[in-house]
């Protein structure tokens, strides 16, 4: 990356405060969406809002190898990216025997194959509320593309989903949990670094309040 594309990536204070806004926004939009399903009856709490630079240092220094299970979605329209929706171990388990608990009548003789598809369904469900909150904040319409599976570790997932354009790198993650279901997930966006820069140069904290 050359210094000047270096350079468009600097992030004044205060735009760092509109991105922990903006974390906070989307986990908002994750609890209606899961509020609109029965089955979930639980509150949504949210532990975690940062954002960051994903380079080969900080995936190795912050992101470990501990396993994760969820969904990927391309965005094809700005912010353009990526985001994913991902779940520690036992949390993937929750969340599958969940998504399954309508479906089958003994949830522990699911197939494989069918708790993936119940994981990667509710994996761009949580995505589609993260985005749609934004989209409704602002109103402009965020295409998501169909979800799909992913299984690696969160250092892995990362770092696979950032090396597929050169013009990805920053990143917005909120981890959520409900507490009653034993769910913890981290919702990540990682949109193109220059059009995300010029977004984020058109809001302000009073669009957000």
Known sequence: MSANSKQ???????DLAVLNALGELGIDGVADRLQQLDKYDASVESELVKAGYLSDA????RFGG?????????????????????????SA???????????????????????RSA????????????????????????????PSPVHNTEREILGRTVRTSDDLGLYITSRLRLPKH????????????????NILDRIDMDMLE
């Open 8 to 14: 468009r990536l600097m992030i004044p204070l205060d």
């Open 66 to 90: 501990a396993q994760r299970a969820g969904a990927r979605v391309r965005l094809p329209g700005a912010p353009y990216g990526y985001a994913l929706a991902l779940f520690p171990t036992g």
């Open 93 to 115: 388990n929750n969340a599958a025997a969940l998504m399954l608990s309508d479906a089958v009548e003994d949830v522990s003789g699911a197939s494989e194959e069918m708790a």
């Open 182 to 197: 034993r769910i913890m997930a981290q919702v990540y966006l990682l949109p193109e670094n220059e059009t995300f820069v």
């Open 119 to 146: 994981l990667t369904e509710l994996g761009g469900y949580m995505i589609n509320g993260f985005l749609d909150a934004w989209a409704d904040t602002f109103g402009q319409r965020i295409d998501v593309g169909a």
């Open 58 to 61: 900080t995936l190795r220094s």
